[in-house]
């Protein structure tokens, strides 16, 4: 269902734009989660500053 849609935004550097995109996120999905984290230095590394990465993807439960 779409209760189970969670939306992570990944960054470099600076986590303003990560923050501005999950506004805008909110705006039209308020009642989603939203995971913002940093990306790895590896990644960073090779992208530089400045990046956003965005995925969406559906939460599972086991109730095994």
Known sequence: ADKDIVFNIAYSKDDT???EASFKILEKYPDKNIIIDPLS???CCHIGPG??????SKTTVNNA
């Not at 990046?51 to 969406?56: F, P, S």
């Open 17 to 19: 734009l990560a923050k």
């Open 51 to 56: 990046a956003l990465g965005l995925t969406v």
């Open 41 to 43: 230095l590896v990644v």
